[in-house]
């Protein structure tokens, strides 16, 4: 069955550049959606379609996907970005979800 | 606003039912795809199914975790979701949420606050 693959924790010091990983096979050939969550909150949509952003999301996230990986970017981290993040993708007929990284910025 | 509000959480035995509802508000409901996701304590998220919508003729999709035993309806006259879980196990204990999307390819731009099952005796 199809997977997706992400490091379980990122860390980060506050202003530096923050890359999250998802790993499957032939990622870059479906679209890549990326969430957000804060603890006790639900998630939010960061990125969709591989690169998109939701309006209200800030400039510093982006990203990219290609091979098989899909890229999740922060650049300028702040404080508020400490969260757990999730990729997503469609999978023939189901969604898969990465299982998490946690960010966090010291 | 956009408003996605789940209801019908609660303690229940194994192998006993459940049904979940999600009310939409602030959006054309029938025109979206609706999805369960669950998240068990401390864990990540997982998709239960999705139902899509009139132009897709409702059509669902089920993960397997949960085919056979779960059962997603949506009543667009209502703007509601609904999700029958039935033969529950102690591993179905999770934060249930509903999201919405208005493309098959996603996101889910919306999401409820969730509601908490636990299955256990």
């Known amino acids: 069955s199809y997977e997706l693959t992400q490091p379980p924790s990122v860390s980060v010091s506050p202003g530096q550049t923050a890359s999250i990983t998802c790993s499957g096979d032939k990622l870059g050939d479906k679209y890549a959606c990326w969430y957000q969550q804060k603890p006790g909150q639900s998630p939010v949509v960061v990125i969709y379609?591989?690169?998109k952003r939701p309006s209200g999301i800030p400039e510093r996230f982006s990203g990219s996907n290609s091979g098989n990986t899909a890229t999740l970017t922060i650049s300028g981290t702040q404080a508020m970005d400490e969260a757990d993040y999730y990729c997503q993708a469609w999978d023939s007929s189901y969604w898969l979800f990465g299982g998490g990284t946690k960010l966090t910025v010291l | 606003e956009v408003q996605l509000v789940e209801s019908g959480g609660g303690l229940v035995q194994p192998g006993g039912s459940l049904r979940l509802s999600c009310a939409a508000s602030g959006f054309t409901f029938s025109d979206h795809y609706m999805d369960w996701v669950r998240q068990a304590p401390g864990k990540g998220l997982e998709w239960v199914g999705r139902t899509r919508n009139k132009a897709n003729s409702y059509t669902t999709e089920y993960a397997a975790s949960v085919k056979g035993r779960f059962t997603i309806s949506r009543d667009d006259s209502k703007n509601s979701l609904y999700l029958q879980m039935n033969s529950l196990k102690a591993e179905d204990t999770a934060v249930y949420y509903c999201?919405?999307?208005?493309?098959?390819?996603?996101?889910?731009?919306?999401w409820g606050q969730g509601t908490l099952v636990t299955v256990s005796s």
């Open positions: 379609q591989d690169s």
């Open positions: 999201a919405s999307s208005l493309y098959a390819s996603g996101p889910f731009d919306s």
